[in-house]
């Protein structure tokens, strides 16, 4: 059954102040904050890696709980990898890079080719007609209906939380991350294969230590603890109630950015694991704000008080987020949808 076009009434651009001096206030990365937070982040990362292949002579139940806690640490260590990315953690390009080379092996990602992938997904987020990369995949109520029966099930089956979750951020850090795009530049794709090269030698020495069964089962836990909170704390940052999504012709930056990117409030102790993620609304307006600056930006400025909050509790309700509905300018689940369809059932049998 072909469904009409949606047409839906242009949105105005977001009526904000003049927002750049603002941020451009927090934007200068600050040496000491950089060193302190990648000494309270690597060290005890490496420490727990210690403490594990003391534990192994105990119990795997010591074990598995400190693999948890470094899966934890390892989301920390992303986010520095990630201001390394975008410039912000440190004042110098080559101090940027190295960490984030180094970083980058540590979260199994390479550096240049995650940067410029990420670039796109922030001068993209929140526009319907540029989808695709660096995003969750979501199609719109009207996209859903056009497509096919397997598309359809593909798609039911990458928004499935199991798949979401569990196995997708498995496949993104151990796979998908070891093959460069077609689409990359020269030095992007490299990067690729100089990391794959990195990991490759650093799994050779992990396993070395603590044999391949014990390296695998501890390895494994902290990927899957560390993927699976960054691919959550990702989707609830573009996927939460109120969400802002826009076509190209009515899409706005700064509104992409406040309305189109969440403000997780964490409680503290999670805020402190997430580096300050969860200001992601402030991240997505000033990609050069470092995240040690986050938090501080947000309190000190009235434009950003007035960004609603998705709570810890609240952010559950986005696991029933399925489409976005271009007519009614939120996201639906499939009940939506069917609901929908009996409803063009009834009216093509009257």
């Known amino acids: 059954m072909k469904h009409e076009t949606i047409s839906s009434p242009p949105r105005a651009a977001l009526d904000v102040p003049n927002w750049k001096p603002i941020v451009a206030r927090y934007q200068q990365p600050s040496p000491g904050r950089a060193l302190w937070q990648v000494a309270n982040t690597l060290v005890p990362y490496a420490a727990l890696w210690y403490l594990m292949h003391l534990s192994l002579a105990i119990s795997w139940w010591l074990t598995v709980p400190l693999a948890i806690l470094a899966g934890a640490f390892l989301v920390r260590v992303f986010i520095i990898f990630h201001d390394c990315g975008h410039g912000s953690f440190f004042k110098t390009t080559a101090a940027n890079h190295t960490l984030g080379a180094i ?33 969750v995949w979501t199609l719109t109520v009207q996209e859903y209906l056009e497509a096919s029966r397997w598309k359809r099930f593909a798609y039911r089956l990458a928004r499935n ?13 151990l796979v998908k991350q070891r093959v460069p795009s077609l689409k990359a530049p020269l030095r992007e794709r490299y990067s690729v294969y100089w990391t794959n090269l990195a990991v490759g030698a650093m799994i050779a020495g992990l396993i070395w230590i603590f044999g391949l069964k014990a390296f695998l089962i501890i390895q494994l836990t902290v990927v899957m603890t560390a993927g699976s909170t960054g691919v959550w704390l990702f989707y609830v940052q573009h996927q939460f109630e109120g969400v802002y999504w826009e076509r190209q012709d009515e899409w706005d930056y700064a509104a992409a950015a406040l309305k189109g990117s969440s403000f997780y409030k964490l409680p503290k102790v999670l805020q402190w694991f997430s580096g300050n993620i969860g200001f992601h609304h402030i991240h997505h307006l000033s990609p050069r704000i470092p995240n040690y600056h986050l938090e501080k930006c947000h309190q000190a ?13 609240s952010s559950f309700k986005s696991f029933t987020f399925r489409l976005w509905d271009e007519q009614r300018r939120k996201l639906v689940g499939y009940r939506h949808v069917r609901t929908m369809l009996r409803q063009q059932q009834r009216t093509d049998r009257c």
């Open 103 to 135: 970083t980058g092996a540590l979260t199994f990602t390479p550096f240049y080719h995650w940067r410029w992938e990420h670039a796109i997904h922030h001068a993209s987020a929140g526009d319907l007609d540029r989808r695709g990369t660096g995003d």
């Open 301 to 313: 400025e009235p434009l950003f008080q007035t960004v609603k909050p998705v709570t810890l509790f």
């Open 161 to 173: 939380p199991v798949v979401l979750f569990v196995l997708a951020p498995l496949f993104l850090f």
